[in-house]
């Protein structure tokens, strides 16, 4: 069985270290990196390669592949491997508008009273400035389109307001994606995610999970892809899980369902809980990078067949089992990111790090004649496994403790 995922991050890294320890032997990656080299073949088509990744499944008769990233479920990928009756697990470009179009996925919740943060959608940025004048702050700006996670911005004056959605329309600082705009109200609490797996027709779960956005502890600096993360998530109770599954859930695959948008994939719901109640900040059509590193490796259950499930159609052949003990993930960035981040500093201790129920994956990393150097901005995603938390927490540290790399950044305090 050849199976292909696309993406070169540790999401990625997480899901064929598991499919391959599901007992999977023919994985290709494209592009992969240099820790998912160690397990599968990787191939240097880019994420967006649409034609060049079909022509590659067509060739290797590739039984599913498997997306990582949004960006090539946006340019319809889905949709061509499906018009060539190729097994791919992801949903349609329709389907992935949930992600891609922020004023879409806002829409259809209030339309079927989801509850999410009130909103109002602008095209012009003078109704946009000029609705700006009449609200409280904090606010929350967003730009419609896929803006690479920067395309949310928390304003906290009517001056900064203006200046934000004047980059966004005007300016265009995340192109095209900036054409269309919201304001929203901004509502306090704590975040958790939940992720789900749909077949088009029904649901599974998958598991809750944190991540921790911001580059330095205490939640100070600059947002990032994500410093951190562990799963399950800490802050959802039984109830709490009970009214994500009523008034989220239910209500969202029988939207999707009237709208006859056919959704195979997985869904990640980013929640913000106030007062004990749920709430959605947004929808992503992938898993979340990087909740991923935390929560595949509790997955007990074979991962290919519940993604060909859902890639296919299929009813659920079993529901996911999960390991009941804690994971927690903490990310090692290199020097500069998220704004400049340096490469091809040596990695050192890699060995060393790893152990038992310690996973190593790998994200903006090459293989450079056997040295494994920075190549990105999060270089690293070091997880455990413990009975609990804190049990997780110090075995991660542990091991991120003999990692070495020129000017590294991680957080002290993912999983306190
Ligand atoms: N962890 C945030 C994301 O994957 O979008």
């Not at 700006?132 to 896929?146: E, F, M, N, Q, R």
């Amino acid at each position: 069985m050849n199976i292909l995922v696309i993406g070169s991050g540790g999401r990625e890294h997480a899901i064929v270290h598991k499919i391959k320890q599901d007992g999977i032997k023919n994985i290709y990656c494209a592009p992969g990196n240099a820790g998912i080299e160690e397990l599968a073949q990787c191939v240097p088509i880019k994420i967006d390669d649409i034609d060049g990744l079909l022509r590659f499944a067509e060739e290797k008769k590739i039984y599913l592949t498997i997306v990582g990233p949004e960006l090539p479920l946006n340019e319809g990928i889905v949709d061509a491997f499906h018009e060539k009756g190729l097994t791919i697990f992801g949903p349609s470009k329709q389907a992935a508008m949930l992600e891609s179009s922020k004023s879409f996925a806002k829409k259809l919740m209030k339309k079927y009273g989801i509850p999410t943060p009130a909103f109002e959608v602008f095209t012009s940025p003078e109704e946009a400035i000029d609705y700006a004048g009449t609200i409280s702050y904090p606010a929350v700006i967003k730009a419609d389109g896929l803006a690479s996670g920067k395309g949310v911005i928390i304003v906290h004056e009517l001056s900064q307001a203006i200046s934000t959605i004047k980059d966004i329309m005007e300016n265009r600082v995340f192109g095209d994606a900036g054409k269309t705009m919201l304001v929203e109200d901004c509502i306090s609490g704590v975040e958790s995610s939940y992720f789900v797996l749909s077949n088009g027709s029904s649901c599974i779960n998958v598991a809750s999970a944190r991540d921790y956005k911001r580059l330095m502890d205490n939640n100070d600096g600059p947002n990032t892809g994500g410093m951190g993360s562990l799963s399950p998530s800490d802050k959802l109770t039984p109830e709490l899980e009970k009214k994500i599954a009523d008034r989220i859930i239910s209500p969202l695959m029988n939207a999707l369902n009237k709208e006859g948008i056919m959704y195979r994939g997985v869904i990640y719901i980013g929640l913000m809980i106030s007062n004990n109640e749920p709430s959605v900040l947004e929808f992503n059509v992938r898993f979340g990078d990087p909740e991923t590193q935390a929560i595949l490796p509790r997955i007990e259950s074979d991962l290919v067949g519940v993604l060909t499930d859902s890639a296919k159609g299929k009813p659920f052949s079993d529901s996911i089992k999960l390991r009941q003990e804690s994971a927690v993930c903490v990310v090692m960035a290199s020097r500069g990111y998220p704004v400049h981040p340096q490469t091809g500093d040596t990695i050192e201790g890699l060995r060393d790090a790893s152990g038992k129920d310690v996973f190593i994956f790998h994200a903006g990393t090459k293989n450079e004649k056997g040295i494994i150097k920075t190549a990105g901005g999060r270089v690293l995603g070091i997880t455990a496994i413990g009975d609990n938390i804190k049990a997780a927490r110090q075995k991660a540290y542990r091991s991120v403790g003999k990692i070495v790399f020129e000017g590294s950044q991680y957080r002290r305090d993912i999983g306190l």
